[in-house]
């Protein structure tokens, strides 16, 4: 018989839920820490750290290493073991401490076999109810390394109270204004952390930057364009490159000379270098650029045009292939090739394989027309209804011929002749059979009777009683004498 229980739980873990049922009566203290700490979210991300194959799981410890831990009260709390509450099957929820008496705190396992050995020494205080016992089964079927740890410990989502026996608890804390402040203290951490990146973030102005990783005050980078001279097209190699305009050349630099000193070096210099006149030589070379220029770019459209009709020509075998493999029509030259050359359908064939033995074709002649078939067999029903009118207009003529003739006497004392045998008479022929009185049915009955053996043991067995029936009335009778 199970002890009466007030107080349920739902425990949402990466393996499923496990539904647990709490005696609170026999275990009032254990129940009431574990249900406070549930309450104010304790147990929420906290790992099965110790999976024993066959013995038990074991979780409740924050830290994650079997050694933290920390109970509702404050303090360690003492042991409540009742007398009839033992370990006795596997989905049993017990409390666990640190191997001496009255140490428990917000750790506990669950058993996944009967486990005599544990009576006495930790506090029983609920039980996994339903199927959700197979959802232990699974994490203690789990892979565990060093030290019974699992590889890949499964982990407590949350806990729902389902029925709360002791109302008067107040949390510290709830679980959703934990939940808020764990979120408040990671943005905090995070924003820290992006601070700290960018106050020890060392800018490389030579990278591309995007906007708010460069600063205002950065100058902009000045790219410096070389001047385009091809002295291979230029008669004399010798002679000035080809012009440059003056809005490739960028605005001038500045100088920090003063600005008297920079005015008389112009001059110096203008004097000195002097562009001479455009000759015929350097028109020559720009026509010559203009002529290649120009040349370059109808290399480049032919070869778009080529390569435009090379990837169309791709796309119509790619188009032709999907249309073969998903079983649909051909190419335009393969359909009207397929046009050219007529085809009989399946069924055409198979009507011509077996139209032979039908009579529906015949050599070097058409169809046969059935009309003449049908015209053969009225005519012949026709005779044979004319024929049978006839045989009753005979047969009551020769009747009165009789009558009249008192004694079928012909009058005029002439003979009849011979008698003509009438091709038609076949026609009127009749098949009579003599009436069955019943005899040859039993006698066919009696040739061919069946005799079941299992008739003749019933009918064996009957004369059997039978007769010992007749023997107990003859004693009956002899003993009344």
């Known amino acids: ?250 605005p001038p630099q500045k100088s920090n000379e003063p600005p008297r000193e920079r005015a008389s070096e112009k001059e110096s210099s203008k004097h000195q270098h002097e562009k001479p006149p455009k000759s015929s030589k350097s028109e020559g070379a720009d026509k010559d650029i203009k002529k290649i220029r120009e040349t370059h770019a109808k290399e480049k459209a032919s070869g778009s045009d080529a390569r435009r009709t090379e990837i169309e020509q791709m796309e119509s075998e790619i188009r032709r292939l999907t249309r073969k493999r998903e079983g649909g029509e051909d190419s335009d030259e393969e359909a009207a090739r397929k046009k050219a050359k007529p085809t009989k359908s399946y069924l055409e064939e198979e009507l011509a394989k077996y139209s032979k033995g039908r009579g529906l074709q015949k050599k070097g002649k058409g169809r046969k027309d059935e009309g003449d078939v049908l015209a053969a067999l009225n005519s012949f029903r026709g005779l044979l209804q004319s024929n049978a009118n006839l045989e009753m207009e005979d047969g009551t003529e020769e009747g009165d011929r009789v009558g009249d003739s008192g004694g079928g006497i012909v009058p005029g004392g002439e003979d009849p002749g011979i008698e003509v045998d009438d091709d038609r008479g076949f026609i009127g022929h009749a098949l009579h059979f003599p009436k069955d009185d019943g005899e040859e049915t039993r006698k066919a009955e009696k040739d061919y009777e069946v005799i079941d053996p299992r008739q003749r043991g019933a009918r064996a067995r009957e004369e059997e009683r039978e007769r010992k029936r007749t023997a107990m009335k003859g004693k009956n009778g002899r003993g009344r004498r």
């Open 1 to 250: 018989m199970a002890l009466p229980t007030n107080g349920r739980v739902i425990i949402d873990t990466t393996a499923g839920e496990i539904e647990i049922e709490l005696w609170s009566k026999e275990t009032p203290r254990t129940c009431r820490n574990f249900i406070a700490l549930a309450l104010e979210g304790y147990y929420d991300g906290v790992i099965f750290h110790r999976i024993v194959p066959g013995f038990l799981v074991q979780t409740g410890d924050k830290t994650g290493t079997g050694g933290g831990g920390e109970s509702f009260y404050g303090e360690p709390f003492e042991d409540e073991i009742h007398p009839r509450l033992r370990y006795a099957h596997r989905g049993l929820v017990a409390m666990a401490n640190n191997g001496t008496k009255n140490s428990n705190d917000s750790q506990f396992f669950i058993t996944l076999d009967r486990a005599d050995e544990l009576h006495g020494k930790h506090t029983l205080f609920g039980r996994v109810i339903g199927d959700t016992v197979y959802n232990v089964m699974k994490i203690g079927e789990m892979e565990i390394g060093e030290n019974e740890r699992p590889v890949y410990p499964p982990k407590i989502k949350s806990i729902t109270i389902v029925d709360n026996p002791f109302p008067d608890i107040i949390p510290r804390i709830t679980a959703a204004e934990k939940r808020a402040q764990q979120r408040a203290r990671e943005a905090g951490q995070r924003e820290r952390e992006e601070a700290e990146r960018r106050r020890g973030a060392k800018k490389d102005v030579k990278l591309l930057s995007f906007g708010g990783e460069q600063d205002d005050e950065t100058e902009p980078v000045a790219f410096k364009k070389k001047n385009i001279a091809r002295p291979d097209l230029v008669d004399n190699p010798d002679a000035a490159g080809i012009p440059t305009p003056e809005s490739l050349l960028g």
